[in-house]
């Protein structure tokens, strides 16, 4: 059973940056993709960054974030700048064994991340 454990969630000001980690407890397949998504409260969960795991191919729905991978560390992060109130959002990573795929296999509990005006 594959795990994904994120961290690096806080309480952050407007402007700040912001490092989110994810470790994937067995290295993911080569026709992987792990994706970064949030949920606010009262909101729909949406996609935020997301790579393929055998290529240096990313997708971002915004610029201000960057997503990169350590593959000796089975981690993926997500690195968020200029920081807004309305990044406040619980953010999951997701795995999915084929990137093509619709449908993520595995998901993480989340780390809140919470920015203050």
């Known amino acids: 059973q594959v795990q994904l454990v994120e961290s690096g969630g806080g309480l952050v000001q407007a402007g700040d940056s912001l490092k989110l980690s994810c470790v994937v407890s067995?290295?993911?397949?080569?026709?992987?993709?792990v994706d970064w998504f949030r949920q606010a409260p009262g909101k729909e969960r949406e996609f935020v960054a997301g790579l393929r795991w055998d290529a240096d191919i990313v997708n971002y729905a915004d610029g201000r974030f960057t997503i990169s991978k350590d593959n000796m560390k089975n981690t993926v992060y997500l690195q968020m700048n200029s920081l807004k109130p309305e990044d406040t959002a619980v953010y999951y990573c997701?795995?999915?064994?084929?990137?093509?795929?619709?449908?993520?296999?595995?998901w993480g509990q989340g780390t809140q991340v919470t920015v203050s005006s």
């Open positions: 067995e290295g993911p397949a080569a026709t992987s993709a």
């Open positions: 997701a795995l999915k064994t084929f990137w093509f795929s619709r449908d993520y296999e595995y």
